[in-house]
């Protein structure tokens, strides 16, 4: 009985982060529509590609990171805040999320798109105040005082 309760915490992890990679993909479309139908450039510099690029690499380099420091999380009887504090997961409770906040970010620079940016910033709003707390909800329920004190201990 305990496993399908498991089971099901760990559907409703995948189901709540699934939908908050889509919001992201949502903006990032609607973006870049708004910016095919109103061209608005934000900066005039043509340094902002290699910024663009640069976030690109940083973000692809977060998301890599986060996803292989996660398959490697074994949840147990013991489980305690120091098996969620590896990877990236010591400086940010959801780098995955940081990393495609960066890596839209940096699209948007290369782009040189106003609406891509302010897409953007409107996605990771909406991920980290509707889906996140959802997430960490879950994860609460899921791994009870472990994880309460890892968000003790990282704040991000």
């Not at 709540?16 to 109103?38: E, K, Q």
């Not at 959801?94 to 996605?123: E, Q, Y």
């Not at 899921?142 to 968000?151: F, L, M, N, T, W």
Request: a positive charge; glycine letters at 6%; charged letters at 15%.
């Amino acid at each position: 009985m305990e496993t399908s309760g498991v089971d099901n915490l760990t559907n409703k992890i995948h189901h709540t982060l699934a939908h908050s990679y889509f919001i992201y993909l949502f903006f990032l479309v609607l973006g870049i529509a708004l910016d095919l139908l109103f061209p608005m450039r934000i900066i005039k510099n043509p340094l902002s590609v290699g910024l663009g690029i640069f976030l690109l690499v940083i973000a692809t380099i977060i998301i890599f990171w986060a996803q292989r420091t996660t398959r490697n999380l074994h949840s147990g009887d013991t489980l305690t805040k120091e098996a969620f504090l590896c990877g990236p997961y010591c400086y940010t409770r959801t780098p995955t999320h940081w990393g495609l906040f960066i890596l839209t970010l940096g699209f948007g620079f290369i782009a040189n798109a106003f609406f891509v940016v302010l897409s953007t910033l409107i996605s990771f709003f909406v991920t980290k105040f509707v889906f996140l707390r959802k997430y960490e909800e879950i994860l609460e329920e899921k791994y009870g005082d472990a994880y309460r004190d890892y968000e003790k201990a990282v704040k991000l």
